[in-house]
Every structure is written in structure tokens, then in C-alpha cells.
């Protein structure tokens, strides 16, 4: 039978519009069960205390549970390759972190890429480090640290969360820019890392501000500087370790996403309820209280983010020969 030709075009029409509506009726329903949310580093450090934050936001506004799921391992691998492999349906979140840009060069193969498998949703914050000593070291200004490093060449030691965390990566960046040998030392995470400072097993830690600022407070720890580029509001008095070596500055983005090939409405939809997030006033105040800048960011903004963070600590990374446990 032959159509008319109006009442073919207007089924053709109708035909055409058929994927972009089925994708608007899954980001209308979604979610309709529980989100699974992977958090790759260990349960208590700053990307856990940010993913309880944004996934306690998100199950309010959204009526479903967000579960917090830690994945530690291998620099953050194990749990982005859960969800570099997990199905592209909205049901799967990765905080990712620079952590991710170290390692695409420090890892020579990876099961994923980064980059291809992975599609960034939303920021949640950029943090920065405190390079904390323990007061047992006489030592109270960043000249003094130099002199006396360079006074005793590897017989101080640097602790971070691991190889290629980002903490260990700002400590090498510092080791390079002052010319400095610290032996470094690194552990699984912060939670076994700061006790080893606290306790005088290391000397000195480029510490994420969130999780070493009560013990600075506390004078259990002597905060030299701060990685950031401007001095942070809740250690106002402590100088950033640029005004001692220009154009230092170092600090991790940490954001949301989602299996590359998930649908466009579903990331629209998440991009826009944590951004209201990071607009709430009590938010907003805890991340400040941690030391943390909150990051509101298209995907767009953070895929260029990624890319310019890859080249950035790329040579930091070849500079150090630092090579994975």
C-alpha cells in the first residue's frame, strides 16, 4: 500500500523523534531504585567525606538512596574500572579525582581509559594540601625546612597516600621545585598515613587540608604552608608554599561521573541537582570549614579540566620515576 505523502512524512517524523523522547522518559524516571555510588579511595579520607555530603543532596532531592560504595585500590584503578565497565544506565557513579589524571602516565597499561570510558557529570570541589610536619622537627617556616633538608639529604621522610595519590604527587612537585631529597614512604590511604606524622614515624606530609586541619588547630601538627594559590580562608595564617617557590601550586579536583555512552538527559539531570548542592548555604559552609573550594562545572569545563590536569602532573610523574607498587 502506498502512503500519501503527508501521512509518510508525518510518520517518519514520528519515528525520528522516538530515540530522543525514550531518552527523555528514562532521565523523567530515573532514578527508580537505588544509585551505587564508588568512592575509590578507603572509607574516611576527603573523597569519602565529599561523596556522603553530595549523595545524602542527591537522596533527599531525588527520593532514592545514594550508596556510598568505597573501592580503594591500585591509586583509585579498582573502583573507576567498576564503573568504567559497569552498564551506562545511570545507576553507577565514580568520584573521580586527579588521582585519575596521575595515573594515566604512571600506570603503563590500565584496563580502562580514562578519558574514553568515563564521562564527567559534575565538580564537587577542588582541594588543596597542607605540607604539615610533625612539632617534634625544629623547623617553623618553609626556608627552614629547605636549608635543613638540604643539610641532610635523605634522612627525612615523606609520607602520602599512596603512589601516585595526589598527595604524594604535590610532595614531589615540592621535592622538585626546592631541590630537596625526601625519601618518600607511602602507605594505603590517609587514615594510615596521618597517624604515621601524628605519631613521628615520618616527618612530613602534604596532608589534604580536610583531614589534617583539626590537628593543626589542635597544635598536634605544624602547617608550613598550604599548596593553593591564595592563602585558604580557614588557615588564614598560613603562607602558601608559592610565595616561597614561584608558581608552585598544586591541589585535586574531585567530581562526579558516570560509564561514557550514558544518556545526555540523565548527566543533565545530575549536573543540575548537584550544582543546587553546591549552592546550599550549609554546604557550602561545611566544604569552607574543610579548607574546600567548591567547583561548579559543565562537563564540557571539566573534560577540559581532565585533559589539562593529564599534561600537568604527566611530568611531574616521569620527573619522580615514581613506577606503581
Do not use: C
Amino acid at each position: 500500500m502506498k502512503l500519501p505523502r503527508r501521512q509518510f512524512l508525518h510518520l517518519a517524523a514520528g519515528a525520528a523523534a522516538l530515540p530522543a523522547l525514550s531518552r527523555v522518559a528514562r532521565a523523567q524516571t530515573w532514578p527508580s531504585r537505588s544509585v551505587r555510588f564508588v568512592v575509590p579511595f578507603p572509607a574516611g579520607g576527603v573523597s569519602d567525606i565529599l561523596a556522603w555530603q553530595i549523595g545524602q543532596w542527591l537522596a533527599e532531592r531525588l527520593g532514592r538512596p545514594f550508596i556510598i560504595e568505597n573501592r580503594p585500590g591500585a591509586g583509585s584503578n579498582i573502583g573507576t574500572e567498576v564503573v568504567a565497565k559497569a552498564p551506562p544506565d545511570g545507576y553507577t557513579l565514580l568520584e573521580f579525582s586527579s588521582a585519575n589524571a596521575v595515573n594515566a602516565t604512571l600506570y603503563e597499561k590500565l584496563n580502562f581509559d580514562f578519558i574514553r570510558d568515563i564521562a564527567p557529570v559534575a565538580g564537587l570541589a577542588r582541594f588543596h594540601y597542607v605540607m604539615d610536619v610533625n612539632p617534634s622537627l625544629p623547623i617553623k617556616t618553609v626556608p627552614e625546612f629547605v636549608a635543613y633538608a638540604k643539610a641532610n639529604p635523605g634522612k627525612l621522610s615523606m609520607a602520602s597516600n599512596g603512589i601516585g595519590t595526589s598527595s604524594h604527587i604535590a610532595g614531589e612537585l615540592f621535592k622538585l621545585m626546592a631541590g630537596v631529597d625526601i625519601v618518600h614512604v607511602p602507605y594505603r590511604g590517609a587514615a594510615q598515613a596521618l597517624p604515621a606524622l601524628l605519631g613521628g614515624q615520618v616527618q612530613i606530609m602534604f596532608d589534604a587540608s580536610a583531614s589534617s586541619i583539626e590537628h593543626i588547630r589542635a597544635g598536634k601538627l605544624r602547617a608550613l604552608a598550604v599548596t593553593s594559590a591564595a592563602r585558604l580562608d580557614a588557615l588564614p595564617d598560613v603562607p602558601t608554599l608559592g610565595e616561597f617557590l614561584a608558581g608552585y601550586e598544586a591541589s585535586s579536583t574531585n567530581g562526579v561521573a558516570v560509564p561514557s555512552g550514558t544518556s545526555i538527559d540523565i548527566v543533565g539531570k545530575l549536573n543540575t541537582e548537584i550544582n543546587a548542592g553546591l549552592a546550599d548555604p550549609n554546604i557550602r559552609a561545611k566544604f569552607a570549614d574543610l579548607g574546600l573550594t567548591v567547583l561548579v562545572a559543565s562537563p564540557a569545563e571539566l573534560k577540559k579540566l581532565i585533559a589539562d590536569e593529564t599534561e600537568k602532573w604527566g611530568k611531574v610523574v616521569r620527573f619522580s620515576g615514581a613506577r606503581p607498587e
